[in-house]
């Protein structure tokens, strides 16, 4: 399985970006995409998550401002960062869960790929 996380920037507050996460190398179907985010010297944290179908669920840091989006047959997921903080600075990765039978998942994790707001 590779997956490849790219998109990551230096914008300025306020600003925009848009990551992407792909997946490919492997014949199952994606069941749903997480994207997390790891500051320096903090825990990581879930972003969001987002279904085959679409439906998505996001977490409070990520409500309003960000959104997700997934193509399940090219097995790539989006995430469009708006409204950009300092605090948003951290590296941004994906957790890619395939459905290997009905009810039997496997998950893999991307690289990351490096967001810093500053001015």
């Known amino acids: 399985v590779q997956i490849v996380v790219s998109g990551g920037d230096l914008v300025q507050p306020g600003g925009s970006l848009s990551l992407s996460c792909a997946a490919s190398?492997?014949?199952?179907?994606?069941?749903?995409i997480s994207w997390y985010r790891q500051a320096p010297e903090k825990q990581r944290e879930l972003v969001g998550r987002i279904g085959r179908d679409g439906s998505a669920n996001y977490e409070d840091i990520a409500k309003g401002r960000f959104t997700m989006s997934i193509d399940g047959d090219a097995g790539t997921s989006y995430l469009q960062l708006t409204g950009l903080r300092r605090e948003d600075t951290a590296s941004y990765t994906c957790?890619?869960?395939?459905?290997?039978?009905?009810?039997?998942?496997?998950?893999?994790w991307g690289p990351g790929t490096q967001v810093t707001v500053s001015s």
């Open positions: 190398g492997i014949s199952f179907s994606i069941y749903a």
């Open positions: 957790n890619v869960e395939f459905e290997i039978v009905p009810g039997l998942r496997s998950a893999y």
